[in-house]
């Protein structure tokens, strides 16, 4: 499957054969960085097959703020469905993912670090059908917010002279 066909909808989304899990993560990802790599490496390891919800440019901008995303929906979905530890990759409109999980299913349920598992949004449903949910550390020194002060910064700097 090239990586314009792993972006796709919920009901595309072919479930691992028998006894096999199916892992479910999402964000926004605007800037991809060897952080987001590391995590999404590590969540696709926890089964055998990985979902990433990706928030629609509206949901980054009710989230971000209007100067996000850097880069619109469907240049982060390809982006990211070109890496290899990720098998589909599902855009959603909502702030949370939660009705997507809910199409989804999940057997194991994934957020980075600076989540924890009680608050990770969809746990109740995963947990429900007898599923896990992780909170798994973050790669130190690499964000996307970090990222783009440090461009604004360069031009700030480049403008004053």
């Known amino acids: 499957m090239n990586s314009a066909q792993k972006v796709t909808t919920a ?4 479930r691992p054969a028998a006894g096999g899990k199916l892992v479910f993560t999402n964000g926004c990802f605007d800037i991809i960085h060897p952080g987001h790599v590391d995590y999404l490496e590590r969540a696709r390891s926890m089964g055998d097959a990985l979902v990433v919800g990706l928030n629609s440019d509206a949901s980054v901008r009710r989230l971000k703020g209007p100067l996000r995303p850097v880069n619109d929906q469907l240049s982060r979905a390809r982006v990211l469905a ?25 057997d194991v349920l994934v957020k980075g670090g600076d989540w924890s598992v009680e608050r990770i949004v969809g746990r109740e449903v995963v947990q429900k ?11 130190t020194g690499y964000s996307t917010t970090a990222t783009v002060e440090r461009i604004v910064d360069m031009h700030r700097r480049q403008d004053n002279g």
């Open 11 to 14: 009901e595309h989304i072919k």
């Open 82 to 106: 070109a890496l290899q530890c990720v098998d589909y990759v599902v855009i959603f409109e909502e702030d949370t993912p939660l009705e997507l999980i809910r199409k989804v299913l999940p």
């Open 129 to 139: 059908r007898g599923g896990a949910v992780f909170s798994i550390p973050l790669l």
